[in-house]
């Protein structure tokens, strides 16, 4: 096996880990559920990340997603400069908002208006918000499995069973912040039905990542969207597409488009950014002049619909044409046979589940259809997966339960070296 050199990485690790909680700004980094060094990484170019160690491997973190053209693209960085030449930040009015909004109510169903943030969470939050007040209820459903942003009132998992009360999965959250919170397993209509027959005058809004990446790749099964669809508008509930991973990812549009499902609210972010920070949430005009000024729904940011921001974005969406998604489908399509092909000459028994350019290996010898069956596959595995692939110079999530993502940097060759890796790390797999 080979090994890799990270006494550079060490040295910045241990002085991070001083300054910063675990060394870092966002907890998955710290490759806590693989074991390890995380690595720091001095550049990144296309589908290639480069080490502070000079060591070079193909990525399929693409920042979570956020990469979609791929690293230090020359169209983005150019906008970015351009941008930051006429200044960073004006905390006032300025034409690159209206050129970023209009491409995202061109692309995203049912987002007929759009209000800018700084993050995925920030739009969670304010989504949560505009529904309560739309709505004058205050219950939220979500799903196990389903990550909407470190917002409090939806950090929390459900016991066993629908009629359990709910407990906070973060320490710091009052139960009093996921009180009106009820967790359903996803993929399980009769769970939401008993749901709403119990709450369903008292239910805001129903908030669903349509295509779950946040506990690995997880598709929804045939009638599970238009079943949310229908129930909310039955309630008068909002339905919320958390559209943030895979909005402009798995399509065009996003989830909404491929599954035919138009939410109320969609929240945004990821990509909408093109690697800087920005999420968004949007809708029907309606309800988002229920938002201030117009309306009563207070929500505000001192760099929301910044001027780098919006132009790196606006460079990303306009840059992205059908081209783009048949490459990262075709490519995507090549990765999931390549993998599944390895796994079948090893005799590992391994669920590679696929929308577009969002792909998982789940270590699982059934499908995984929620979170219980994502919890199932063999994590210790994983680990080992991931650093034989590590030295080889692919660069893995951190994580057995996070999607991988490619950018349309991502090469042919990049994926048959991809495959061949994932094959020789299979074989010097231990357990
Ligand atoms: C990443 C993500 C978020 C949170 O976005 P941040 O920008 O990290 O705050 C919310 N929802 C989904 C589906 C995500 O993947």
Redesign the pocket.
């Given at each position: 096996m080979s090994h890799l050199q990270t006494e550079g990485s060490q040295r910045l690790y241990e002085a991070a880990s001083q300054l910063m909680p675990g060394g870092v700004n966002s907890p998955v980094r710290a490759f806590r559920a693989v074991g390890g060094t995380p690595l720091f990484i001095s550049r990144a170019k296309g589908s290639h990340l480069f080490d502070v160690d000079g060591n070079e491997y193909i990525d399929y973190v693409s920042s979570?997603?956020a990469v979609i053209l791929g690293h230090a693209d020359d169209a983005i960085n150019l906008a970015i400069s351009e941008a930051a030449q006429g200044g960073t930040s004006f905390g006032a009015s300025h034409e690159g908002e209206l050129k970023l909004a209009t491409e995202v109510v061109k692309r995203m169903p049912g987002v007929e208006m759009v209000r800018f943030v700084n993050?995925?969470?920030?739009?969670?939050l304010a989504a949560l918000r505009l529904a309560r007040a739309a709505t004058g209820r205050t219950k939220i459903v979500k799903f196990e499995g389903?990550?909407?942003?470190?917002v409090d009132a939806l950090l929390s998992k459900s016991g066993s069973g629908v009629a359990t009360l709910d407990v906070p999965d973060s320490a710091g959250v009052p139960t009093e912040s996921i009180q009106s919170t009820i967790t359903a397993p996803f993929n399980n209509s009769a769970a939401i039905e008993e749901i709403f027959n119990h709450h369903g005058k008292d239910i805001a809004a129903l908030i669903v990542?349509p295509v779950a990446?946040?506990m690995g790749v997880v598709l929804p099964d045939q009638g599970f969207l238009p079943f949310l669809r229908e129930i909310t508008s039955q309630y008068g509930a909002i339905l919320i597409m958390?559209e943030?991973?895979?909005g402009f990812r798995v399509s065009i549009g996003g989830a909404s488009q491929v599954h035919n499902i138009i939410g109320d609210l969609v929240?945004m972010?990821?990509i909408i950014g093109g690697g800087l920070?920005v999420?968004a949430y949007g809708g029907k005009k309606e309800l988002m002049e229920l938002v201030a000024p117009v309306g009563p729904v207070y929500q505000a940011g001192t760099l929301s619909g910044n001027p780098l921001a919006m132009a790196a974005g606006y460079a990303a969406l306009s840059h992205l044409t059908q081209t783009q998604y048949v490459q990262l489908e075709n490519r995507g399509a090549r990765l999931q046979s390549g993998l599944q092909n390895a796994l079948l000459k090893h005799n590992r028994r391994a669920q590679v589940q696929r929308s577009g350019s969002m792909i998982s290996v789940f270590f699982n010898p059934n499908p995984v259809t929620d979170f219980s069956s994502a919890q199932q596959s063999d994590k210790a595995l994983f680990a080992s997966v991931f650093h034989n692939l590590l030295a080889k110079g692919v660069y893995l999530p951190p994580s057995a339960l996070e999607a991988w993502f490619l950018n349309c940097s991502h090469s042919e060759d990049d994926i048959e070296r991809t495959i061949v890796a994932f094959e020789e790390s299979l074989e010097e797999a231990q357990n």
């Open positions: 979570w997603g993050s995925g969470t920030e739009a969670s389903c990550y909407h942003g470190a990542e990446g946040n958390d943030v991973m895979t929240t972010g990821k920070p999420g």
